[in-house]
């Protein structure tokens, strides 16, 4: 059984069996009653079940990779697993102790990286103190700001220039006749409002399939469009033109920043690749060696240490707190904020994207971006779905205390604030849960995921904000793909029905 190039039947039965209790297909205490070939097949109608729910079998919608990174300078995947388990259930950590002083080798290392760990944790915590103690506090430093009267959250973009422009209009923030036809025209008039974009605003298609890395079917993309940096300067622009007005426009890095800086290229579309380009080279379709024209332009843009990852590391965070509501393009786990601070990963990853980052801190980085998804701001979807096991009330009430209690900050967060999962593959717009605590704002608006359609499951993909009033009140806005209504007095629910002049020409 095989999906998005992962083999099922390669799995041990350890993972096999973590598939089961993760999703809630097998209680724990009945693992001893079913065979591999049970399991396998769970597991297979499992799948077949939720293909069916989520529509991943029209051919107009882009299916969300389970093979979720193949990063070129990190860990690379490995596909010969052991399928061997003996115990026939979860292994128990095993966890070694160590006696106060070290004597042995093994131990000496561990005893200076904990050194090591704990004065990049000491460091990366005083420069929040110090900043919220000042008198001149430099909020842009350490990503948490006081909270604000309007604050609007977006979420992934992937490359859309069209998208990008309807939200921004949605959010009254940008003029209502603003176009792509002429984007370095377009000024900003929202006031003292405040706009958070919660990362992935590059990479503009979904392929079926690789080759070297890269799309291998140039046809495999939906109105492809080269408008990454158009996207990345619009955004620059209105920040600064928002800053003389009290407003503000954040952004988050999401999965598919990092994965370009790592040179992971599986999602960029011909044309992206293009921008990057001289006019007069663009007329080959590839590079000599069969990368996509553009492929060492690309890689030269983002490297580390490169313009656009020096940009990153100055102007995005990995994690933002405004008020009373924490702001992170994946989510996060309880592992991952017991085990390190907002300052730690914001800081460890810049860092790393100018390469200015320690033996320590790059060990750091490839556990939080490479090796596991739910140890990832990047990559956890926890919070994302629902039918993750970890994602209760309870556990999430556990979260936000261990991040209160583990972290200085202006003021005690109250709820989160993720994109990263796509909520229309659950045939859901742009929701929370947990009282308006919890609030999930990716709907896959991009082309990246097929062609715009107000029919059917599509609906789901409208562009779509959520603004958040006085750090306490919530409200989603929404309009559909192919309209340039907004909402407006006189519309829908504001209309005055008795108003007879509204009447009066009305042809019958």
Not at 5 to 28: P, T
Request: charged share 30%; proline share 3%; glycine share 6%.
């Amino acid at each position: 059984m095989k999906l998005n190039e992962i083999d099922f039947d390669l799995l041990s039965d350890k993972e096999l069996i973590a598939i089961c209790i993760k999703y809630s297909l097998i209680k724990y205490e009945d693992i001893s009653k079913y065979k591999r070939s049970d399991i396998l097949n769970i597991i297979k109608n499992w799948i077949h079940l939720k293909l069916q729910m989520y529509g991943q079998q029209k051919s107009n919608i882009k299916s969300v990779s389970v093979n979720r990174r193949n990063s070129i300078s990190g860990n690379m995947q490995k596909n010969n697993i052991s399928r061997n388990n003996k115990n026939g259930g979860i292994p128990k950590v095993q966890k070694q102790r160590r006696m106060s002083h070290p004597t042995t080798i093994i131990e000496k290392k561990e005893a200076v990286e904990n050194h090591q760990r704990n004065i990049i944790k000491q460091s990366s915590n005083n420069k929040v103190k110090e900043n919220i103690r000042s008198n001149n506090p430099q909020y842009d430093i350490i990503g948490m700001y006081p909270g604000v009267k309007k604050l609007i959250a977006i979420g992934d973009i992937h490359g859309d220039l069209k998208v990008t422009l309807s939200v921004l209009k949605l959010a009254e923030v940008i003029p209502q006749h603003s176009d792509s036809s002429n984007v370095n025209n377009i000024h900003w008039c929202g006031g003292s409002t405040w706009v958070i974009q919660l990362g992935d605003q590059i990479d503009r298609c979904r392929p079926d399939e690789w080759k070297q890395n890269c799309i291998k079917d140039y046809n495999d993309v939906i109105e492809d469009e080269g408008n990454n940096m158009l996207i990345i300067k619009l955004f620059l622009r209105l920040d600064e033109e928002a800053k003389k007005q009290g407003g503000r426009i954040l952004g988050l890095l999401g999965n598919h920043e990092l994965m370009n800086i790592d040179k992971d290229f599986r999602y960029v579309s011909p044309k992206e690749f293009l921008e990057f380009v001289p006019l007069k080279d663009r007329n080959k379709i590839k590079t000599d060696d069969g990368y996509p024209n553009g492929y060492y332009h690309r890689t030269k843009a983002f490297e580390r240490g490169g313009n656009i990852s020096k940009l990153y590391s100055i102007k995005k965070k990995s994690i933002i707190i405004v008020g009373s509501l924490l702001f992170v393009h994946g989510g996060l786990s309880l592992d991952l904020v017991s085990k390190y601070t907002i300052s730690e990963i914001n800081d460890i990853v810049s860092k790393w994207m100018v390469k200015k980052s320690s033996e320590i801190e790059d060990d750091i980085f490839n556990e939080i971006f490479r090796d596991d998804d739910d140890m990832s701001p990047f990559w956890c979807r926890i919070y994302g779905e629902d039918e993750d096991m970890e994602n209760t009330e309870s556990n999430f009430n556990v979260l936000i205390n261990t991040i209160n209690k583990r972290n200085k900050l202006i003021q005690p967060i109250k709820g989160m604030v993720i994109a990263h999962t796509p909520q229309f593959m659950e045939r859901k717009y742009l929701n929370s849960i947990y009282n308006d605590r919890l609030w999930r704002v990716d709907v896959g608006m991009s082309r990246a995921f097929g062609e715009h359609s107000d029919c059917g499951d599509d609906k789901y993909r409208q562009p779509q904000i959520l603004i958040i009033h006085n750090d306490k009140e919530f409200e989603v806005r929404k309009k559909p793909l192919n309209s340039d209504r907004y909402p407006t007095n006189g519309i829908g629910s504001k209309i005055d029905l008795m108003d007879q002049k509204m009447f009066m020409n009305t042809p019958y």
